[in-house]
């Protein structure tokens, strides 16, 4: 959970709306670096 740390700590939005955008931002964010770190399989054959 340490990128959680590089995006902030806690919202940085006041109204609630833009703080559930943000969060919905970092999500994408953290599943995007997810992604990137899951190999493509291939069938062999």
């Keep these: 959970m340490h990128c959680i740390k590089l ?3 806690s919202p ?3 109204d ?3 703080q559930v955008a943000e969060i919905q931002v ?3 964010v953290l599943n995007r670096y997810s992604a990137l ?3 493509d399989t291939l ?3």
Excluded: H, K, Y
């Design 26 to 28: 970092r999500i994408a």
């Design 7 to 9: 995006l902030g700590q």
């Design 12 to 14: 940085m939005a006041r």
């Design 37 to 39: 770190g899951i190999p």
């Design 43 to 45: 069938a062999a054959g």
């Design 16 to 18: 609630f709306d833009r």
